[in-house]
């Protein structure tokens, strides 16, 4: 069976500071950060890529936290796992969404070890976390030695399995604001096989007005449909301001449609995802209105 | 499941001590604690690691290989290309020798993706690894030929020399008049599908472990298969060697489904490299080497003509099929064969005819997949009948009552079923389906479809001079017993059988039984798992040798007892005693101690064999039965759910209900892959998902529950009346599903894989279709 | 450059000097030669290499081992009471949830990590659990029928003890917020 066969130096960090100490010193090598590693070792098995350093921050369990106030909202730390995302009462509570979304990633072995920020990092384009943390308009925290800075979610990747973290800098936090009132937030991603790898997957955040009667925010993630996650920033347009029915989500699904960048690949074609991700937001945009009644 | 004293056919009871009983495996202690040693986890001191170096075309001149670079590289102890090797080729169509057509590396030309070309052995699997890296081969690519309509056309180019139009193997069946019978038909329809090629993915991938005695000049190989006796001989003419000197033993094996029978790479090399280097050699294929160089389910063409009276009785049936053999006979010959049998169970068909082609391509190989060529036969074969029983008008499983089979049937020239309840299968699945699913929703639908399959296959296209299977039985003097068989326990529970059934017939318990399994150092042949001809085959000479045994032991009990000459005699409970007079009996143990006392001392022998004589072209005896599975369909996404699976299965005697449960529900979940997700597509010869990532398989969460109902029948030619109990259940169910879909929705499929994209398009066609004709009442064509 | 590993596995402590690459299934394979442990996929697809570590079952083919340093590991040689069987290990046999065997070890590991922290699943939390790990053979069924099995003997063994089955804190609050349906 297949192991890793190529040598790398091999570099703890005890602490942040640590790390963005041999961030930096290590700018311009070849090297990869390594939480989980739940991807990472399986792309060195197959020798998809041969790093000379490995910097582990899986020991920093300063970063290893889901915490949540009623001002800041919730932040998940670096070295969450998955699994913790998963069964924090706090974020069953408040997020419910991401415990729904984190249900299906992989494996629970997987979700034990792997970390959410990580799989962020990963950037695989048809992974589970990016639609709805983009529904939910959550920030990015990258930091590098002596700097700082943030970005909006549907901004951290940038092309298949490559994100805007530079080198020298490393993501500790995901921050997601509390949600206004009357809103409702749902996730679904479909896959022919129960819980597989997405062929397409959407998010939608829906906030209706003091009546509940119309919508007066709407945000659209998907995933699977191009290089990238994707924010369709049409079809909210579509659907904010107005009173959602049937009628308009079938508008906003074809809105969607023409937003998205789907490959075809064995799993599917482009124009299969394409329809599906058109048939999704209908689905999902109804149970989001549904939570946003019920909030 | 099981039947335990109920009536059998000729209305004998009979109540047996362990047959029928739900009986824990005997491998299970070892199993559940990981110290069930399978050959991956097998070391010997000073073992080396091998690893192949593959071609990357799928047809190309292989005009140099420089080994110099890899040679020299530390650790690396020996690099092997084919000259190196002893050069025989083996292959398991023996019979026809220029079928035998496997090498251990290649010679003058690469065939499919894949193809060995070099060997390394090695101090560690890293070293061998790397070492890959530095051997430098020059090849000249030829043009190559993946489809098996490409292949046999003139200009296609030539996988194997001395092959025109690259027929590996060719099949005439034929009964009655078929011609004479579509005349008569009223109804007549033909349909042409295209079935995919899918893998068996046993969870232990092939790997060899060899060990090549200086001394003796013996081999000795462990190795991960479902035949020890087919390594066997297959090494022996790899390596030039009598068979007698080479060893072949047969770990705990992590699954086969038929994907070991053949002799690959991974054990001949491992075998040459330990004579050459006179070190044990392991060699290990990782997960994509397993899913792009061994054998696979032969993908097919197939095209059925059908010919029915208007009340649906079929008069006529004619099938074509057009295999993808691959570079490789393997047993894709057999497949061939069998496709064009299993094509006409369950049902009665004055008139048939097939005609088979295989093709060599330049692909790794179809084979001998759980299911022969049943899985795609009756696929193409049941969905076909649907359709047709849609144009009649008549109930998809009306149809199938009307045509069912009854016991004796005989299809003349090839197959006779003697134990034969698929009527009353049928019988009891009308009446459960009413109760199980009443009412069905919006886009459900009901599927059917009926089965049977082989106890054991008859064709001796191996060519051996041996009895299908023996066993040899020795009982110690404190009553413990020593079980001998070569046959072969790959997961399906003949372990387990083999110990039910020495047991039964002599009276004692399971516990008493040691078992000396799959090695062919004990001369008592079987030759393996496949085609579900252990319990049959095996059981059968297990019975034979133990019934010898026991018929000391009554001999004995006479003689001590005294009794009227008319008494029988029977070896129950650990005790042998009069039938009709329980109370007057005797010790087991005591016997056994009287008999080995009677012998010289010598431990009481039976040894006992089975080769079926007189029962036609394919099998001694057939399960078979009706399946239904109640599917939903989203009409927009062309997801289909699989909800619920129903099976009533005539499997003669049940001897293990546990395992043959087990068995059912392990053939439905890969029969529903078949129909669902699995499948490999390639580009130009080169597979395009060799890892579970991207080869679909089915889930926890995607598995419907099972529920299995029994006609217990009795099989005279099986021991105790059993006969196969579970491969059979495999071919139905992608079918089932596939009518379940047509009965839901109305779409029609030509493929097997009903994955979500082929279903909507399939939905879409239909609605168009729906609007473009309006609704033809009455019959068709 | 090796460096060193310090890991309990099954109870005992070991010490190791390892190339970081080593990946925890190695050391469990090759260095201390425990077979028990299964690989069957390069993908992190199977789960057929599952094992415990600090409580939570993961895929030891996936993880770097000097990640492991200072944690203790549990393998299925390690389940088994000396030569009594653990409850989920008798529920396997006695369920025939297993035929080949070769998955089984991840799968009873699995079920053991669930267990410990769900000890009254239902069918459907099962499959949620196990939905990692490839069964050739069984089909699954009859594995989550033997889980639901050990279940049931695992609270009889704790009833016995006079240990009530509860489920972990975390668990508990979980388990309430669901049921409250709040939240977005």
Known sequence: ?295 | ?781 | MKRELNIVVNGESYNFFIEPKTLLVQVIREMLGMKGTHQACDSSSCAACTVIVDGKAVKSCSILALQVNGKEVTTIEGLADGTNLHPIQQAFIDNWAFQCGFCTSGQIMAAKAFLDENPDPTREEIQMQMDGHICRCTGHNMINEAIRDAAKRLQARDAAKRLPAQKSLQSQKWAQTAKSGKGA
């Open chain 2, 1 to 781: 499941m099981g039947a335990d004293g109920e009536v059998r056919e000729g209305g004998i009871m009979t109540e047996y001590s362990i047959i029928g009983k739900p009986t824990p495996n005997v491998d299970g202690p070892a199993k559940v604690t990981g110290e069930a040693a399978y050959t991956i986890d097998m070391t010997l001191p000073n073992m080396l690691y091998g690893k192949l170096l593959r071609s990357p075309y799928p047809h190309a001149k292989i005009l140099s290989i420089d080994t110099s670079k890899a040679e020299e590289f530390p650790g690396v102890k020996i690099v092997i290309t084919g000259k190196d090797t002893p050069g025989g080729k083996w292959g398991l169509w023996r019979r026809f020798r220029e079928l035998a057509d496997q090498q251990a590396l290649a010679t003058d030309k690469v065939r499919f993706i894949g193809d060995p070309v070099a060997a390394v052995a090695a101090t560690t699997e890293e070293i061998a690894e790397k070492a890959l890296d530095l051997i430098e081969v020059e090849y000249e690519p030829l043009p190559g030929v993946f489809d098996p309509i490409e292949a046999i056309k003139d200009d296609a180019p030539m996988v194997h020399e001395d092959f025109p139009s690259n027929i590996n193997a060719t099949r005439h069946i034929e009964w009655g008049n078929v011609d004479e019978g579509f005349a008569q038909a009223d109804y007549v329809r033909e349909d042409r599908y295209v079935l995919e090629a899918a893998h068996p993915c046993a969870m232990e991938v092939h790997n060899t472990l060899a060990s090549y005695d200086k001394g003796t000049g013996r081999l000795t190989v462990w190795t991960s298969t479902g035949s020890p006796y087919f390594v066997q001989q297959n090494l022996a003419e790899a390596l030039k060697m009598r068979e007698g000197d080479v060893r072949v033993i047969k770990p705990h094996v992590g699954g086969h489904y038929g994907g070991k029978n053949s002799t690959m790479p991974d054990c001949v090399n491992a075998a040459i490299l330990s004579m050459k280097t006179g070190r044990p050699v392991k060699i290990v294929f990782n997960r994509d080497e397993e899913f792009t160089t061994t054998e696979h389910r032969t993908a097919q063409h197939i095209a059925l003509k059908l010919g029915l009276k208007k009340d649906g009785t079929i008069v006529a049936f004619e099938a074509k099929a057009i295999t993808n053999g691959g570079a490789f006979t393997g047993l894709g010959a057999t497949t061939l064969f069998l496709t064009g049998t299993f094509i006409t169970m369950p049902y009665r068909i004055p008139n048939y005819r097939y005609d088979g082609v295989r093709t060599y391509t330049n692909i790794v190989w179809g084979t001998s997949i759980r299911g022969f060529g049943a899985v795609p036969s009756k696929y193409c074969a049941e969905t076909q009948l649907d359709r047709a029983a849609k144009d009649l008008g008549i109930d998809p499983l009306e149809i199938r009552r009307i045509n069912a089979v009854a016991p004796g049937y005989e299809a003349p020239g090839q197959y006779k079923f003697e134990s034969c309840g698929i009527q009353p299968c049928i019988e009891k699945m009308a009446v459960r389906v009413k109760e199980k699913w009443p009412k069905l929703e919006k886009d459900e639908g009901i599927g059917y479809c009926g089965f049977a399959y082989m106890s054991g296959g008859i064709f001796n296209w191996i060519d051996t001079p041996y009895a299908y299977s023996s066993a040899h039985v020795k009982v110690n003097f404190d009553g413990t017993v020593d079980l001998y068989s070569q046959a072969a326990d790959v997961g399906q529970g003949h372990n387990t059988v083999a110990a039910m059934i020495c047991a039964e017939e002599l009276g004692i318990g399971i516990e008493d039984i040691r078992l000396h399994m799959g090695d062919t150092a004990h001369a008592y042949t079987d030759l393996g798992a496949w085609g579900s001809r252990e319990t049959l085959m095996n059981g059968n000479a297990i019975k034979d040798a133990a019934g010898q045994i026991k018929q000391k032991l009554i001999d004995i009990a006479r003689l001590k007892l005294g009794e009227n000459i008319a008494y029988d005699l029977v070896a129950k409970n650990k005790r042998v005693y009069l039938e009709l007079r329980p109370e007057r009996g005797l010790s087991y143990y005591d016997l056994v101690k009287d008999a080995i006392r009677a012998n010289d001392g010598v431990p009481l022998t039976g040894t006992g064999h089975y080769t079926p004589h007189n029962k036609g072209m394919i099998s001694p005896a057939y399960g078979m039965g009706i399946m239904a599975i109640k599917a939903k369909v989203d009409r927009e996404t062309g997801h289909v759910d699989a909800q619920d699976v129903l099976v009533v299965h005539d499997s003669g005697q049940i001897i293990n209900p546990l395992g043959a449960r087990g068995q059912v529900e392990g053939s439905i979940h890969m029969g529903l892959g078949y129909g669902l997700c699995e499948e490999m597509p390639m580009d130009q010869g080169m597979l395009l998902n060799p890892e579970f990532v991207d080869y679909k398989i089915l889930r926890t969460r995607d598995m419907p529950q099972i529920e299995i109902l029994d006609v217990p029948t009795y099989e005279p030619n099986g021991p105790f009346g059993a006969k196969e109990a579970a491969e059979a259940t495999i071919a139905p169910a992608a079918p089932a599903l596939a009518n379940a879909v047509y009965q839901a929705v109305g779409a029609e499929f030509f493929s097997n894989v009903l994955k979500p994209e082929k279903v909507l398009k399939a939905i879409k066609e239909k609605e168009q279709k729906d609007k473009a004709t309006p609704k033809a009442k009455g019959k068709g064509k």
């Open chain 1, 1 to 295: 069976m297949k192991t890793i066969t190529t040598d790398f130096e091999y570099l703890a960090a005890a602490t942040i500071e640590e790390a963005l100490d041999l961030l930096s010193q290590h700018k311009d090598d070849e090297y990869r950060i390594i939480a989980g590693g739940q991807s990472l070792n399986t792309a060195m098995k197959h020798r998809l890529i041969a790093p000379e350093y490995i910097i582990d921050i899986k020991g920093l369990s300063d970063l290893d936290y889901i915490k949540f106030n009623e001002k800041e909202g919730l932040k998940i730390g670096a070295l969450a796992t998955h699994r913790s995302l998963e069964r924090s009462p706090i974020v069953r509570e408040k997020y419910s969404v991401l415990c729904e979304m984190e249900e299906n990633v992989a494996s629970v072995e997987t979700r034990n070890w792997g970390t959410v920020v990580g799989d962020l990092c990963n950037a695989d384009p048809a992974a589970d976390p990016a639609p709805p943390l983009i529904a939910l308009d959550a920030k990015l925290k990258i930091a590098s030695k002596g700097e700082k800075r943030t970005v909006d979610a549907e901004k951290f990747a940038v092309d298949f399995f490559d994100t805007t973290v530079q080198p020298g800098e490393m993501a500790t936090e995901i921050q997601i604001p509390v949600l206004p009132p009357n809103t409702g937030v749902y996730f679904t991603k479909y896959s022919q096989m129960k819980g597989d790898y997405a062929l397409a997957s959407v998010a939608v955040l829906i906030t209706l007005d003091k009546k509940k009667e119309i919508c007066s925010n709407a945000r659209i993630g998907l995933a699977g449909v191009g290089s990238t996650p994707i924010r369709a920033k049409k079809a909210e347009e579509v659907l904010k301001g107005k009173k959602i029915t049937e009628a308009l989500l079938a508008e906003a699904a074809e809105v969607v449609k023409t937003e998205i960048s789907p490959v075809s690949g064995i799993e599917g074609s482009a124009d299969y995802k394409r329809e599906l991700a058109g048939t999704l937001l209908k689905r999902v945009g109804k149970e989001a209105l549904q939570r946003a009644q019920k909030a």
